[in-house]
């Protein structure tokens, strides 16, 4: 433990279920970095020894950091084993509005289509992050939510990439087309070839299916084109983010 850092802290008697626990340590350093609130953070005398996070405990102006026994206690503030040695009580995560993501001069937007594996969407989040995104859209409905466990999954990413809930997915991508927006949604079977597209338009919108039946109809129907990566294996498809990572590139790169 460093020297100065607070004394251990006792387990309390009840711990109340209506607040979010973020976990990870990447998870818990960008939302300190990002825009959440963060109210306390609880970290095993291993952790707090993090650049970072010993930072944090030495300054007295910033949120508490309370040592505690052992990693068996983050588990249960947090309910994951996967806690990495911290956990911290945050502010509930804050949607983006979708208009706010179409207003965005040229943007590049990852639109996902009833996705409800956490673990996908924390992985396209923080590959949409890195790819400098505009943002992300999720239905209201049918998906997965920004959780904590999808906040570990994207390695905080999501404290610095906006999500918005859309209503009803088709009718956003045509107020896409409807503000320039080209719309482009991955297909395993049919698609034209991914390399094969002009992704240089004023507005690119990448919509991904869920991982079981890809795209809905009415959701591909809603879409400029429909894209393929080529499959040259034994395989007969690409775990979704994989597809998102290699498709986003390919934008990217296109648009410079």
Aim: charged share 20%.
């Amino acid at each position: 433990m460093p020297a100065g850092a607070p004394a251990p802290t006792r387990e309390p008697r009840t711990l109340p279920d209506d607040v979010t626990i973020l976990y990870g340590r990447n998870a818990v350093h960008e939302a300190l970095r990002g825009s959440r609130e963060v109210q306390h953070i609880w970290a095993t005398a291993h952790a707090v020894e993090e650049p970072w996070l010993a930072a944090v405990a030495h300054d007295a102006s910033a949120v508490d950091v309370n040592v505690v026994a052992d990693g068996g206690w983050i588990e249960r503030r947090s309910g994951s084993p996967d806690h990495q040695g911290v956990c911290a009580q945050v502010a509930p995560f804050r949607y983006a509005y979708v208009d706010e993501l179409l207003a965005v001069e040229h943007p590049l937007i990852v639109a996902l289509d009833e996705i409800q594996d956490p673990q996908n969407l924390g992985a396209i989040a923080r590959t949409a992050e890195c790819a400098g995104a505009t943002g992300l859209v999720i239905p209201a409905r049918r998906s997965a939510d920004v959780t904590p466990a999808v906040c570990k999954a994207s390695a905080g990413a999501v404290e610095h990439l906006p999500i918005a809930r859309a209503r009803n997915l088709a009718d956003f991508l045509g107020d896409a087309r409807g503000v320039g927006a080209w719309v482009y949604g991955a297909e395993g079977d049919g698609g034209v070839p991914y390399t094969g597209v002009d992704y240089s338009g004023p507005g690119v919108v990448l919509v991904l299916g869920s991982e079981g039946r890809g795209l809905r109809p009415r959701v591909a129907a809603s879409c400029d084109a429909l894209i393929a990566l080529p499959l040259r294996g034994r395989i007969g498809s690409l775990n979704v983010s994989a597809a998102a990572s290699a498709l986003l590139y390919e934008i990217v790169r296109q648009r410079g």
